[in-house]
């Protein structure tokens, strides 16, 4: 049997309040294996980006549990919950979300930086992400001195550098065309093909879910069987 | 912590134009207050110089009744054993006799103070600093009266002609004695010129028939030895009254504790008001960045990296602003150093225990004070803003953002 990167059981996330609840997530349970490029499907508000929040640790599911490799996430801290998304899971968001003072490398080299890698260290495994995504050569830019593509890539080299376990991408093309979508996609398909990086990807953009291996479909917060 | 000082110092400069007027908002007040505070100093400088040079000195020793009933039925007889003057606490010490009078020209009457000096002793009083028009007192044999500008003007007088002293003697039998004005005195203020008429020590013993002195006047190297310095004398000799300054001159005693205190009155409302608007500014500043604060949080920043990023963007800001206000307010120092001219107001300052110009007075301790309580604020200023970033949910700020 193989390995599991993310195991969610009932999973319920209800906003609002106790007299008028509003279910964003009703019991899902799913299992991701090590090295799977996913996605999580669906129309707006089906549940994607609380399914993807809630397995990121960014909220805490209201019932159910979510392991991540073999950390139970509803038995740690907000503190531990910060340091699972530092060495165990990448992010990639829709708004590609860098640092605007710091450059493609520098970025990159953040997370690096946070798990207290030494700075040649780092700065190697920064240049050779970057290289690896398309970017040699925009190692200085800053994120305003580049295009909305280019930017996803750094977004993308800083999400792998430190080699997660899992990678979560949020609508990661909604902001880009057909053309460049192309080709964020191939290099996702990279990522996951050639570091091994298990990808989960929140969209409902067919290219990007012709690019994953399987599909996870959510209607009102429920796996669409 | 390079990371966050990295990323705290790239922020300041990214969002200089704000962080600029926020860095120019604390300049002033720092350089304000600083400028004010020296000020307020200076005054209390010349409250207690005005105090110690006007014939009282940090202590003064008086024949006894002198207080109650100034003039020349009592006095310290010459013969008095001063050497327990000689203590290294005290700098000089001058004997006077002084009696109010009554002067008279041959045209006005004024009430007056008449003093016999010793003017090689009078180093340390307003008489130092006299400008004589005509002959000064030189020695205590001196004879001749030197009399105020103002004086002069409203006797009508000048220097050459006679004026008359009236006093009471002693024996209490009246005292008149012809005097020929060889000097005339301008000084600071025209307090002195109105209220003194100057003579030789020795010659006035001689002419009123006093063996002595009506008091003696202390001047100590420190200020704060005069409570302590006054107790031993006191103690060692009973049977004078042992004065301080601020027995004698309570107004000024009190005023000087005042202005001490307004100076801390001072720190705290101007620094006060600055923190609100600290503050404002700050989490101002923080909101417009909430999104990147829950980007950080999101990849694995902790918490407090994030609260430290926000409080060292702050002291920075602060140290920077108290550097450049502490800077620009002591050119300003620099360049009023002689003092702001109260000439046009100096009948009511003047009244007030002050000199017509109101000069700076830099004090170390307020120094301090003002730049420990500007980072002391920096850091509760940037408490709030850290607080923002930090009571927000990661999701909230990526939405709010």
């Not at chain 1, 165990?88 to 003072?101: D, E, H, R, S, W």
């Not at chain 2, 404002?280 to 980007?295: D, K």
Request: aromatic fraction near 8%; glycine fraction near 8%; hydrophobic fraction near 45%.
């Amino acid at each position: 049997m193989s390995e599991l990167a993310v195991q969610t059981t009932d999973v319920t996330r209800i906003y609002g309040s106790e007299a008028v609840p509003v279910y964003a997530l009703r019991g899902v349970s799913l299992s991701i294996e090590v090295g799977e490029f996913v996605s999580i499907v669906g129309p707006s508000g089906s549940g994607k980006s609380t399914l993807l929040h809630v397995i990121g640790g960014l909220e805490r599911p209201t019932e159910g549990e979510i392991t991540v490799g073999d950390t139970v996430l509803g038995s740690c801290s907000d503190s531990e919950l910060t340091d699972v998304r530092l060495y165990k899971m990448g992010f990639v968001f829709q708004a590609y979300n860098l640092i605007p003072v710091l450059s493609a490398v520098e970025n990159v080299e953040f997370i690096l930086q946070l798990q207290g890698i030494g700075k040649r260290e780092r700065r190697e495994h920064a240049q050779e992400a970057l290289r690896a995504f398309g970017l040699e050569g925009l190692f200085d830019r800053r994120p305003s001195e580049m295009s909305g593509g280019q930017q996803q890539r750094v977004a993308i080299a800083r999400a792998v550098v430190s080699k997660p376990d899992v990678l979560l991408a949020d609508e990661p093309s909604a902001n880009l065309d057909s053309e460049t979508t192309k080709e964020f996609c191939e290099y996702l398909q990279h990522a996951n093909e050639e570091r091994g990086v298990t990808i989960l990807t929140a969209t409902h953009d067919p290219l990007v879910m012709g690019y994953t291996k399987r599909q996870i479909r959510l209607v009102d917060g429920q796996i669409a069987t | 912590m390079y990371l966050v000082l990295q990323l705290a110092l790239r922020n300041i400069w990214r969002q200089r134009r704000r962080n600029g007027l926020v860095l120019f908002a604390i300049v002033v007040s720092v350089g304000g207050v600083f400028v004010m505070n020296s000020l307020a100093r200076g005054m209390e400088q010349d409250f207690l110089r005005f105090s110690i040079e006007n014939l009282r000195g940090h202590i003064k020793i008086l024949a006894p009744n002198q207080l109650d009933e100034p003039g020349l039925q009592y006095s310290i007889p010459i013969d008095t054993d001063l050497s327990l003057l000689a203590r290294p606490e005290i700098e000089s010490w001058t004997p006077r006799l002084r009696s109010p009078a009554v002067i008279m020209s041959e045209r006005e009457t004024r009430g007056v103070e008449i003093i016999g000096i010793d003017p090689t002793r009078e180093s340390h009083s307003f008489i130092e600093d006299l400008v004589v028009e005509g002959e000064a007192i030189t020695d205590t044999d001196d004879q001749h009266l030197l009399i105020g500008r103002s004086l002069a003007d409203e006797l009508k007088t000048g220097l050459g002609r006679r004026l008359v002293v009236l006093m009471t003697g002693p024996d209490d039998n009246a005292i008149e004695i012809g005097f020929r004005v060889l000097g005339i005195f301008k000084s600071t203020t025209s307090r002195y010129e109105d209220a003194y008429a100057l003579t030789g020590l020795s010659s006035l013993q001689a002419i009123t028939g006093v063996d002595g002195f009506t008091d003696v006047s202390v001047y100590l190297e420190d200020l704060a030895t005069t409570s302590e310095v006054q107790a031993t004398l006191a103690s060692q000799i009973p049977e004078l009254n042992v004065v301080t300054w601020e027995q004698l001159d309570p107004f000024t005693s009190e005023m000087y504790r005042f202005i001490g205190f307004t100076v801390y009155i001072l720190i705290v409302v101007f620094l006060g008001t600055l923190v609100f608007g600290l503050i404002n500014a700050l989490v101002t500043a923080v909101l417009v960045r909430i999104r990147e604060f829950g980007m950080l949080r999101v990849v694995g920043m902790k918490s407090r990296l994030v609260v430290m990023q926000v409080v060292i963007e702050c002291v920075i800001i602060m140290l920077l602003a108290l550097a450049i206000g502490l800077a620009a307010g002591l050119l300003v120092i620099w360049w009023i150093g002689d003092g702001i001219d109260l000439t046009a107001f100096a009948a009511g300052v003047e009244a007030f225990g002050m000199g017509a110009r109101m000069a700076p007075h830099l004090v170390v301790d307020d120094f301090v004070i003002l730049g420990v309580a500007s980072v002391i604020l920096g850091l509760i200023a940037s408490y709030f803003p850290a607080r923002r970033v930090i009571k927000a949910s990661i999701l909230q700020s990526l939405r709010d953002g």
